[in-house]
C-alpha cells in the first residue's frame, strides 16, 4: 500500500460569514474577498506542509486543481509539481489530475507533464480527470462534449509522448498540424497515468478498458466495492487480473486531541470549503456529469460490454499502489 498526502489547498482566510450570507462558496462567490496577502502566507506555508509529508515518510504528494471556489486554490496543478519536482527528492508527484476538456492544447500539457518528470527524474503520477460541474462554466467549456474532449486529450498526450515525431493529428476537438515537441518524457513509454473520479460508470469501465487504476474520490464504503466489482469484472473483460495496486482511495481524515473538537473542526472545513450548507447546488455536480441512464451508481449489474483495450493507454509496469 502507498499513502499519498494531499491538500486542497483551501483559500481558509475568506470571512466565513460572508460565505453563509451568500449561500454559496463556488463558481459565483465573488472574488474580492480573496486576500492575495493571505494567500501568499498560505501558499508557502502548503509548500512547508509538503516538505514535511516527505521528510515523516509519506510515499507521495497529491495534488488537483479547482476554479473559481475558496475551497481549492491551486487554479494549475502543473505550477505545484513543478516545485515539488524541485524540492523534493524521493516523493511521488501525483497529480489527480488534469482536467482534460479544459484545455484547448493538449500537447502543451504533454511538454508540462514531460518536464516535471524530467526535473523529478521519474518521479511523476499523471492523473487526468473529466472536471467538476464549476469547471466547465468558469472556463466556458460545452459540457455536452466533456467525455469527447476528455477522451480525444487522452489519446493526443500519450501519442505525444510515445510517437515520434513530427506528426499530424486531427480529432473532433482537436487539431494540431504539427506535434513535435523536444520536451518527452524520463519514463517510458511514458509516465503511470491514474484516473480519478467518483462514481461515473462509463469512466470506471474507461480506466479498466486502457488498465489504469481508478482512484475512487471520498465515496462511501458501499459504493467503493461497487467500483471494484465493476472495474474488477472490465478488467477481466479485457483481459489483465486487476488487484489492489489498481484500486487507489481518497479519504478525508482530520485528527484532534477530543472526537468532540475533531467534529467541531470538521464540520467547519467542510462548509469552509464549499461543501453543505453552503455548497453550489446549482453548479457543483452538473455539467459535466448530464444525466444518462447508466450514469446513477456504480454497480456491476446492467453494464456496457467492454470494448479492448487501445494500445495508446497502457501504462509502464511499475506498481501504483493505493492511496
Known amino acids: 500500500m502507498h499513502i499519498m498526502y494531499f491538500t486542497e489547498q483551501p483559500m481558509s482566510a475568506y470571512p466565513a460569514d460572508k460565505g453563509l450570507e451568500f449561500g454559496a462558496t463556488a463558481l459565483m462567490f465573488p472574488n474580492t474577498h480573496f486576500d492575495p496577502v ?74 508540462e507533464l514531460a518536464m516535471i518528470d524530467m526535473i523529478s527524474k521519474g518521479r511523476l503520477v499523471s492523473g487526468f480527470v473529466r472536471g467538476g460541474g464549476q469547471e466547465q462554466l468558469a472556463t466556458g467549456v460545452n459540457p455536452a462534449y466533456n467525455r469527447e474532449r476528455f477522451e480525444e486529450a487522452h489519446d493526443l498526450i500519450v501519442k505525444t509522448w510515445t510517437q515520434p515525431g513530427p506528426f499530424r493529428f486531427e480529432g473532433n476537438h482537436y487539431h494540431n498540424r504539427v506535434v513535435n515537441p523536444w520536451a518527452v518524457p524520463l519514463q517510458k513509454p511514458h509516465p503511470r497515468i491514474w484516473i480519478p473520479g467518483v462514481i461515473s460508470k462509463e469512466t470506471v469501465i474507461w480506466a479498466a478498458q486502457h488498465r489504469y487504476p481508478y482512484i475512487a474520490l471520498n465515496t462511501t464504503v458501499e459504493q467503493t466495492n461497487n467500483i471494484w466489482k465493476l472495474y474488477d469484472s472490465v478488467a477481466e473483460d479485457v483481459g489483465f487480473k486487476s488487484g489492489p495496486e489498481y484500486h487507489g482511495y481518497l479519504k478525508q481524515v482530520h485528527v484532534a486531541a477530543t472526537d468532540e473538537k475533531a467534529i467541531e473542526n470538521a464540520r467547519q472545513f467542510t462548509w469552509m470549503q464549499g461543501s453543505s450548507p453552503a455548497s453550489p447546488i446549482p453548479f457543483g455536480p452538473r455539467p459535466p456529469a448530464i444525466p444518462r441512464p447508466r450514469t446513477v ?7 456496457p460490454a467492454a470494448a479492448p483495450a487501445r494500445a495508446v493507454g497502457r501504462p509502464s509496469k511499475s506498481r501504483s499502489g493505493t492511496t
Open 38 to 111: 493571505a494567500g501568499s502566507r498560505l501558499y508557502n506555508e502548503f509548500i512547508e506542509q509538503y516538505k514535511l509529508a516527505e521528510a515523516v515518510g509519506f510515499d507521495g504528494i497529491m495534488l488537483n486543481e479547482h476554479h473559481n471556489a475558496p475551497f481549492c486554490m491551486q487554479a494549475k496543478a502543473n505550477v505545484f509539481a513543478s516545485i515539488l519536482a524541485a524540492i523534493t527528492e524521493r516523493v511521488k508527484i501525483v497529480i489527480l489530475g488534469n482536467p482534460l476538456p479544459l484545455s484547448e492544447n493538449p500537447v502543451r500539457i504533454a511538454e
Open 297 to 303: 451508481a456504480a454497480s456491476s449489474n446492467s453494464r
